[in-house]
């Protein structure tokens, strides 16, 4: 059957690949790629697949009503997939209103429109939540995050989504708004910017500079590679029972100071460098407030109920992605000038 898919920050990390899966896994339907391009969105992502005639690319913000009012009509769009946010807890530590625009407001107002559009019959259409697993809070030292476990945001950024998850839910409640939510846990891959752990350290190898671990690195994430998770919205696109919320994981818990010493013995070994070099960069810098200390997620329902499982193996994964960074200078280049460097500034300066 034909779609017409609106896919709100498609220039983005997660984004890049959800499009890229889509465009070339369904060439019957037509991709709309909704995207304000902020510091974090690139287009260069998607250079492979921008000239697939199902592909579409439209540069709106999701909070202008009337722009995306204009694309749900001039596409007649029947699906929306929901990914354009602001996505980094420290940049929402710094500036929490760009939070609440983007990821409160800016929601609502795609819920709006997507309601209004198809007003008429709800059937056979789908509002795409995407969502993080920080909506539960933290976890001690034992348990899982699951798709009951209560709400507990503890940072603006985990706010932002928690609000946002909880007004996908009312319309859905309100006026029949057809949903699906994924709380997924951390990615990482080919395309994450440079602020977040992963590409920040690869970065800081290559370039022999610091590496600002938070605390004593004892906070503990569960990794996985982008192209599951994009494999796992494709899977509850299309058969994700109506209303309903899926934790995406990939049973792959490491604490931040192992993975960083994992990352250097790796690195070392690619850039041909002395066992121990890298490891020599680690900086114990100020904690991030509000550190949550450790997400963990049961991804069993996705698993039984849709068969989904990660595909990747971390090692796999870690080194595939280190590769990509090695390979594409150009991109780590493009993406760490300008505003960027503004950012790295007053994040860094004061820890
Ligand atoms: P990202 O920051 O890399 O990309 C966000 C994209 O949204 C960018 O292309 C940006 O230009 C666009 N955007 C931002 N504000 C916009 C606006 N007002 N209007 C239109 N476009 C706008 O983010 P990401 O890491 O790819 O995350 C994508 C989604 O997945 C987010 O909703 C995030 O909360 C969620 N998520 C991320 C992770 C992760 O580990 N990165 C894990 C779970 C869930
Ligand atoms: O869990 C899903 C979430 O994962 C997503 O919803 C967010 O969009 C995404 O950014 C990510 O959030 P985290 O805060 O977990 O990711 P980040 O890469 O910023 O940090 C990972 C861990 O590494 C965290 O414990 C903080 C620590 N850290 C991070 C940075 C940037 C450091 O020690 N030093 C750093 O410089």
């Not at 929402?92 to 709006?112: E, K, Q, R, W």
Request: proline letters at 5%; charged letters at 20%; hydrophobic letters at 35%.
């Amino acid at each position: 059957m034909s779609k017409t898919i609106i896919i709100t920050g498609g220039a983005g990390f997660i984004g890049s690949h959800v499009v890229r899966l889509f465009v070339t896994k369904y060439p019957e339907y037509k991709i709309i790629n909704v995207d304000a391009l902020t510091y974090a969105g690139n287009l260069e992502n998607l250079v492979d697949i921008e000239g697939q005639p199902n592909y579409i690319f439209e540069k709106a913000n999701i909070l202008d009503a009337p722009t995306i009012k204009a694309i749900f009509e001039k596409y007649n769009a029947s699906d929306v997939i929901h990914l354009a946010a602001e996505s980094h807890v420290d940049r929402s530590i710094l500036s929490p209103m760009d939070f609440i625009y983007t990821n409160i407001a800016g929601t609502v107002n795609l819920l709006n429109i997507a309601k209004e559009h198809w007003k008429k019959d709800m059937e056979g259409h789908r509002f795409y939540h995407v969502s993080t697993d920080e909506v539960y809070g933290t976890l001690g030292a034992e348990g899982l995050f699951t798709e009951t476990t209560p709400y507990s945001p503890n940072s603006p950024y985990s706010a932002s989504k928690a609000a946002s998850d909880h007004f996908v839910r009312a319309y859905g409640e309100t006026y029949h708004l057809p949903f699906v939510i994924t709380n997924c846990s951390n990615n990482y891959g080919p395309n994450h910017f440079p602020e977040k752990l992963i590409p920040l350290f690869i970065n800081n190898i290559i370039n022999n500079k610091p590496l600002p671990v938070y605390g004593k690195g004892e906070n503990t994430r569960d990794w996985l590679f982008v192209i599951d998770h994009a494999r796992a919205i494709d899977v509850v696109f299309h058969h994700g029972k109506d209303k309903e919320t899926y934790n995406v994981g990939g049973f792959n818990e490491w604490k931040n100071l192992d993975l960083v010493k994992m990352m250097c013995s790796l690195m070392d070994e690619k850039l041909g460098r002395p066992p121990g070099t890298s490891e020599q960069l680690i900086t114990y810098v100020k904690d991030r407030p509000g550190h949550d200390l450790r997400y963990a997620i049961d991804a069993t329902k996705i698993n039984k109920e849709l068969g989904w499982e990660p595909s990747v193996t971390f090692e796999e994964g870690l080194s595939k992605t280190i590769d990509w960074y090695l390979q594409n200078t150009e991109w780590l280049q493009h993406v760490t000038s300008g505003d960027y460097q503004k950012y790295y500034q007053t994040q860094y300066s004061n820890r």
